[in-house]
């Protein structure tokens, strides 16, 4: 009986599924004039579809980090500071990054396909 639940509980654990590398992309905002979405390091400009962590790291009081695109619309405040992480499902299509504030000169923007 033991012998069986320990099989049980190793199948089960075997099939829960991982993480693929590089799933996590990484939002910075300020503390100067900067906004950048980058993954391991290098700015993203294009995705595949699917799942991702996306860790905000919002470093001024005067900036958001704004992301939108199909199915997606998460922001942080602009008078708040800190870190934040989000879990989103990215479709096809075009993401855009901005602070709100500083809209004109502080974006970015990426394909997913």
Do not use: E, R
């Not at 700015?43 to 199909?70: C, E, M, Q, R």
């Not at 096809?92 to 809209?103: L, N, S, V």
Request: glycine share 12%; with cysteine; aromatic share 8%.
């Amino acid at each position: 009986m033991k012998v069986a639940l320990i099989l049980a509980a190793l199948a089960a654990a075997i099939a829960i599924p991982v993480a693929s590398a590089g799933s996590t992309l990484n939002g910075t905002v300020g503390p100067g004039f900067s906004i950048t979405l980058t993954q391991g390091g290098k700015k993203v400009t294009t995705l595949k579809a699917g799942k991702y962590t996306i860790v905000v790291n919002d470093k001024a009081s005067i900036h958001d980090f704004h992301l939108t695109g199909p199915g997606v619309n998460k922001t942080t405040s602009v008078s708040g500071k800190g870190t934040q992480t989000w879990k989103v499902t990215l479709k096809k299509g075009t993401y855009k990054y901005m602070c709100d504030p500083h809209a004109s000169f502080m974006h970015g923007s990426f394909k997913v396909t």
